[in-house]
């Protein structure tokens, strides 16, 4: 069964503190891993699409990476304004729809 | 630039009562669309999905329904809610035959009390 496993569930970060988010996945044929950003009470707003192993992506402080087994985010020196929930969903070459998981909520205080 | 549509941002609705959500697309022709169901601590549920017009495919059987009436309007209705359906609802639309990522709607709060 395809699945997705975000870690942690909540991390809270000072300001300037890096750190990095994890996703691990489980799925029949990869054919892309998304990485996307939800602010409360708001929709996911897209940021990376990440579709082989050794592949990065990087917006302003964020980078992403693609492992066979694992993607990575990397927020680098983040600020306040970081704070969201960030979801990562793969999809699988069996099947066309994307597959979340349960998102990890980051907090940045100043 | 293609756009999506969603309404209304937040509703509030008895028991027993009806349910019709919309989402409407810009910019884009045949579109796939989705609806989405975001509970705490259960991620993103996929409901329902649709690559073509009239052309409806259910996750998980509930007490919801879907129909793609035009090509780029997609409605999410209920004859009867329950107290479970209460959640926050998502829109989301690709384009087909292509690995790019869902572009979602800014959602819907329902509240059934």
């Known amino acids: 069964e395809d699945q997705v496993t975000q870690s942690p569930e909540a991390l809270r970060l000072q300001e300037g503190e890096s750190s990095s988010l994890n996703c691990s996945y489980t799925?029949?044929?990869?054919?892309?891993l998304f990485w996307y950003r939800q602010d409360p009470g708001k929709g996911p707003e897209f940021l990376f699409t990440?579709?082989?192993a050794g592949e990065e992506k990087e917006k302003e402080r964020l980078k992403a990476t693609l492992t066979k087994k694992e993607s990575f985010l990397h927020i680098t020196a983040p600020k306040p304004e970081d704070s969201a929930t960030y979801l990562c969903?793969?999809?699988?070459?069996?099947?066309?729809?994307?597959?979340f998981g349960k998102g990890t909520k980051l907090s940045v205080k100043p | 630039s293609q756009t999506i549509h969603q309404w209304p941002a937040t509703l509030v609705q008895p028991v027993g009562s009806p349910l019709s959500l919309e989402c409407t697309v810009e910019g884009t022709s045949n579109p796939n669309l989705y609806w989405y169901r975001q509970a705490a601590g259960r991620g993103l549920q996929l409901l329902f999905y649709s690559v073509g017009i009239g052309q409806i495919s259910s996750e998980v059987p509930q007490n919801l329904s879907a129909s793609r009436p035009q090509d780029r309007q997609f409605i999410l209705s209920s004859k009867k809610l329950l107290l479970s359906d209460s959640g926050f609802y998502l829109c989301?639309?690709?384009?087909?035959?292509?690995?790019?990522?869902?572009?979602f709607g800014s959602g819907t709060r329902l509240t059934v009390v």
């Open positions: 989301a639309w690709s384009t087909g035959g292509k690995i790019y990522g869902y572009t």
């Open positions: 969903a793969v999809q699988a070459r069996s099947q066309g729809n994307l597959i």
């Open positions: 799925v029949s044929g990869l054919r892309g």
């Open positions: 990440l579709y082989s």
